[in-house]
């Protein structure tokens, strides 16, 4: 029997069904995970959340006896609200498995017993189209086939890395979890600048949403790495050797910039810790 195949006998809790919540519900209806199998808890659930209850999802019901997985996907500062909801998985053979920034392992193993398996993980917002990165880690009590069945439900929105130690999460969020933000908002300034130098709106962002999402896809598709692909755009005394000159100051260009911005971020999340 396949994971999923587990998964679908024993039932997955969603706690919290938002942004994240919402992307990997449909990410596990991709995979063939029938609506039947998925229990949800949400105080104001969406129309679509409706309408698959209607196709047999458990919208706001019973606590189920024992899913194969807990996934906890709301806010830091509504945990202490909504974990006691929850709390009686513990000390069974549920999974307890949390997306929640900066919310350590132990606050969970306050509540469900050290003994229950728990693996953190931090994912980021592409997973809405399948193409996040998602970082993992387990406590003690999670042995290899809880980090594979966790994997497995993670590996439905994009892509999976185990880490080391529970303390490279707060740098992982500051970079990946936060950084389609910082992407976006690249987005936003490419448009702004050609906008400033003469390009109507549409045609700025158009070619702003292009050059970027083209430059990741070869980034990821490409033999050769970021620093060869960027010498690979720029001519001797050409057009991006001046934009570069700018871009990558050493003191005033984009380098100093992108690490006070992944420290801020990485700085918020331990702060979350409490
Ligand atoms: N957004 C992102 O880029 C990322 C977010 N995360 C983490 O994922 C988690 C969810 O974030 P996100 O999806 O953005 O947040 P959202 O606010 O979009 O989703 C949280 C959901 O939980 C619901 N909720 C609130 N209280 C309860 C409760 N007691 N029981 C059940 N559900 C409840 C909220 O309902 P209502 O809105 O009505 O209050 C909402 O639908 C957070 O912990 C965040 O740190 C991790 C990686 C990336
Ligand atoms: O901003 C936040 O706190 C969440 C965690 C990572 C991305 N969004």
Partial sequence: ?????????????????????????????????????????????????????????????????????CLVAVKPQMMGAALPDVAALGGGPTLVLSIAAGTPIARFEQVFGAATPIVRAMPNTPAAIGRGITALIGNDAAGP???????????????????????????????????????FHLIECLAAAGEAEGLAPALAMRLAKATVAGAGMLAMEADEGPAQLRANVTSPNGTTQAGLAVLMD??????????ATVAAAAGRSRELKG
Avoid at 3 to 29: H, N, P, Q, T, V
Avoid at 32 to 51: C, E, F, M, T
Avoid at 154 to 180: C, F, K, N
């Fill in 1 to 69: 029997m396949g994971i999923f195949d587990r998964i679908a006998d024993k039932g997955i809790l969603l706690l919290g069904c938002g942004k994240m919540g919402s992307a990997m519900l449909e990410g596990w209806l991709s995979k063939g995970l029938p609506p039947q199998a998925i229990h949800v808890r949400d105080p104001n659930p969406s129309d679509r959340l409706k309408a698959l209850a209607g196709q047999g999802l458990h919208l706001n019901a019973d606590l189920p006896a024992a899913p194969a997985i």
């Fill in 145 to 183: 086939a809880h980090l594979d069945m966790a994997e497995a439900v993670l590996a439905a929105i994009g892509e999976t890395v185990r880490l080391e130690h529970e303390d490279q999460i707060d740098a992982v969020t500051g970079l990946s979890g936060s950084g389609p933000a910082y992407v």
């Fill in 250 to 259: 050493a003191e005033n260009g984009l380098p100093p910039l992108i690490r």
